[in-house]
């Protein structure tokens, strides 16, 4: 299993076939995933299409459904572990797509967010074919090291992750949106600075490690979110 290249490949899937998948191996990666934080509890479900509610144009045959307590960094936690996991579909020939315009049909004070999967013939791309920020835009000082954050996706490919160097590595910041971005994006943007830390994990397994500082610095129009060693 090479989860570290399927960053350089993936992209989001919207189009499905409607094929039976074994969802053993899914079950048993997500059982031995690493979280960002071993304190929270969260859970999830597989669901098929006719139990979640979608605002989307497409459909796909099943749904990841996420559920978390909320505790500090809940949802960066939510989307560290399950980028995890939806690179590891790709890495099993299953397409994928985090799903923010979609619920669940019955009701769950835990429940954050959607992912959708199944099969598919149009999941992959060139590298070429990535349409991101500069590196010289997401970070201080210009690392080669950042770009697998860099290639991460995000809600309406917003990107908001911000990185300062450190001795040890780096600090990670969220971008603040404006008033009217930041109606859409407050939930779903807290994910993508986890999905994005999960790249910079999923690419330096041995050494990545992710600590909250109480003397960060504070930067501008940014909020901190903690500080990584790669
Ligand atoms: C938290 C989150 C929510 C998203 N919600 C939706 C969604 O509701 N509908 C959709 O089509 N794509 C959704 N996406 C996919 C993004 O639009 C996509 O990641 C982004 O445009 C970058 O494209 P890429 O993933 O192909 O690299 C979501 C992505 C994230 C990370």
């Not at 098929?48 to 497409?58: P, Q």
């Not at 991101?132 to 991460?152: F, G, H, T, W, Y």
């Not at 971005?181 to 992710?210: C, S």
């Amino acid at each position: 299993m090479n989860l570290a290249k399927q960053i350089y490949l993936r992209k989001s899937c919207r189009k499905y076939v409607d094929e039976f998948i074994d969802m053993g191996p899914i079950h048993e990666f997500i059982a031995q995933v690493k979280p960002l934080n071993e304190d929270i509890n969260y859970r999830y479900e597989i669901l098929e299409k006719d139990n979640v509610n979608l605002k989307t144009r497409w459909s796909a045959p099943y749904y990841l459904a996420l559920y978390s307590e909320k505790k500090e960094n809940y949802l960066v936690n939510i989307g560290f572990i399950f980028q995890q996991v939806s690179l590891f579909l790709q890495s099993i020939d299953v397409g994928s797509c985090w799903v923010g315009m979609g619920s669940i049909k019955n009701d769950d004070p835990e429940f954050i967010i959607l992912i959708a999967f199944g099969k598919s013939d149009n999941k992959t791309r060139d590298i070429s074919d990535f349409k991101r920020k500069k590196l010289s835009e997401i970070c201080n000082v210009v690392d080669e090291r950042l770009m697998p954050a860099q290639l991460a996706p995000s809600a309406i490919n917003s990107q908001p992750w911000y990185f300062t160097r450190t001795d040890e590595g780096f600090d990670v910041y969220q971008v603040k949106q404006n008033i009217l971005k930041r109606q859409i994006l407050k939930k779903w943007n807290p994910i993508d600075v986890g999905i994005a830390l999960a790249h910079l994990y999923v690419t330096n397994e041995n050494t990545f490690k992710f600590e909250v500082k109480s003397n960060f610095e504070n930067l501008k129009g940014h909020t901190y979110i903690g500080s990584v060693r790669i």
